[in-house]
């Protein structure tokens, strides 16, 4: 566009389609890591279960907690987004372990 023009609604729609486009594929990466990520969980939920271990590791949450929000912060990230993240997410891992660990102890 040269100086001093203002954008056109069609300008608008094209930028806004390209960025949408970025985004969405953003979105799909998100999907197909955090499916990876439980595929692991749900692995070490098997392995609790089997041993007896319990379904929370507060201390492995600690430092995992310490660990994002210092990448958070080198990523530009708000760090307590990233804690509110990680967050949402362990406690969905816990509640896939406390299940597995249920229906371990209804098979014994
Ligand atoms: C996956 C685990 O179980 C729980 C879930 C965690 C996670 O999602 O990262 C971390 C700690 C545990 O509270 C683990 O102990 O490693």
């Given at each position: 566009m040269l100086a001093g023009m203002s954008a056109s609604v069609e300008d608008v729609r094209v930028e806004l389609e390209r960025l949408r486009g970025?985004?969405?594929n953003i979105d799909a990466a998100i999907v197909y890591i955090l499916a990876e990520r439980f595929k692991y969980t749900q692995q070490?939920?098997?392995l609790k279960a089997e041993h007896v271990l319990p379904p929370a590791d507060a201390e492995r949450e600690a430092s995992q907690i310490a660990r994002l929000r210092r990448l958070a912060e080198d990523a530009k990230l708000d760090p307590a987004f990233a804690e509110k993240l990680l967050g949402f997410i362990?406690?969905?891992v816990i509640r896939h372990h406390e299940q597995i660990a249920a229906d371990s102890v209804k098979r014994a």
């Open positions: 970025s985004i969405d070490v939920g098997r362990i406690s969905e």
